[in-house]
């Protein structure tokens, strides 16, 4: 069982680091979220929160 994100773009950004990440992107987690936020348009509210989310290892 995992816990989605709401919001369309939020879980749209979660997907697309996910993949960028399985792409081999030799990015930062902090660079994902910011690129992800300006790409999808994501508050600074949802980008904290993509940011724990990843940090706390749900993005895997």
Not at 1 to 20: F, H
Not at 43 to 55: I, N
């Amino acid at each position: 069982m995992s816990i989605q994100p709401e919001g369309e773009q939020l879980r749209n950004a979660v997907k697309w680091i996910s993949e960028q990440r399985q792409s081999g992107a030799a990015t930062s987690d902090a660079q994902l979220v910011a690129d992800a936020a300006l790409k999808f348009n994501l508050s600074p509210k949802e980008a904290s929160y993509l940011q724990r989310f990843l940090e706390e290892g749900q993005g895997d």
